[in-house]
């Protein structure tokens, strides 16, 4: 039949391997086989019978010559970005497998700052206690910079397993559950005029000066709906990124501002004021690529997370 005659004609010769992958991607960086061999840690002779046995067993010309070095040619641009998704699929098959071998899964996790002080070491300690030392999973932590889109850009491209961030609504591949209800609340210097208040309507705030967030922010979106409610825009005299940074500024007489309520704020000069009017509730949210293996580990803590939250009940 047709599809054992093609059987029998890939088996005359040797497959390509990993190796092989690996050392062509080396070469189209340096574009040199004396600069790769080096690299590598291999002899130049052994370098170009891997890469010449590679273009035999494909039956396409990956390289030409261009002066003294080499250029990829076009269909070996196509072939070396084609075959970088199966290296990094097949390392990732390596990895799980190494992990599997040793018995020890770990749980890739990454999340905004304002949650990994207190809320998400508590629930990390409590899911690890009814789980035998011996087969408890490790948790590694994603070191970015926090933001909620940058958070779910690692969740998007495999990088975590579980994201705990802000939701944010047009990502058709991310599943949302929340884990935790955030209280916002409207902080002055301790001299300001509205710092005597016990509470305050957001609509009374709109003259005074703002530190707001910046639009790579999650808070960013969720404040511009609280002023939407209350008709306005507040005058912003400072953009940033981090809340410990709007409360810093608050307290250095900048202006005003609306962060979540976090332990910092009970150190810095400024007056803590609870949010009457509008009425808002943050929620953080535990976020889940849909298509993406999750270890039997992974499915436990997402599954614990879910049994255990009370802001999704």
């Not at 850009?153 to 559950?177: G, M, P, Q, T």
Request: with cysteine; proline share 4%.
């Amino acid at each position: 039949s047709i599809r054992c005659n093609r059987y029998q004609k890939l088996k005359r010769g040797p497959f390509m391997n990993l190796q092989q992958l690996q050392y062509l991607h080396v070469l189209a960086q340096t574009e040199n086989y004396t600069q790769a061999a080096e690299m590598l840690h291999i002899t130049q002779p052994s370098l170009s019978y891997a890469i010449s046995s590679l273009e035999s067993q494909v039956n396409i010309k990956l390289f030409e010559k261009s002066g003294r070095n080499i250029k990829l040619t076009r269909s070996g641009k196509i072939f070396v970005e084609e075959s970088l998704a199966a290296i990094e699929s097949l390392n990732r098959a390596i990895e799980r497998a190494k992990k599997s071998e040793n018995n020890k899964e770990v749980i890739k996790i990454s999340m905004l700052r304002s949650i990994s002080s207190h809320w998400l070491p508590a629930t990390i300690r409590k899911f690890l206690d009814d789980i035998p030392e011996e087969k408890q999973p490790s948790f590694e932590f994603e070191s970015g910079i926090g933001f909620s889109h940058s958070i779910l850009d690692e969740l998007r491209e495999e990088k975590v397993d579980v994201a705990f961030c802000s939701k944010i609504d047009n990502l058709d591949d991310v599943d949302y559950f929340p884990v935790y209800e955030q209280k916002l609340k409207f902080i002055t210097p301790l001299d300001h005029p509205l710092a005597n208040k016990n509470k305050i309507n957001l609509k009374d705030t709109l003259d005074f000066k703002y530190i707001t967030y910046s639009s790579n922010t999650g808070l960013r979106a969720e404040t511009e709906q609280l002023f939407s409610i209350c008709g306005g825009t507040p005058d912003s005299v400072f953009e940033v990124d981090e809340d410990e940074t709007v409360a810093g500024m608050v307290a250095a007489n900048f202006g005003v501002g609306i962060v979540p309520e976090m332990p910092i704020l009970r150190t810095l000069d400024v007056k803590q004021i609870p949010i009457e009017f509008p009425k808002w509730h943050r929620f953080i949210y535990m976020a889940t690529l849909k298509r993406h293996y999750q270890s039997p580990a992974a499915l436990d803590f997402i599954n614990f997370i879910k049994q255990n939250s009370d802001a999704g009940k």
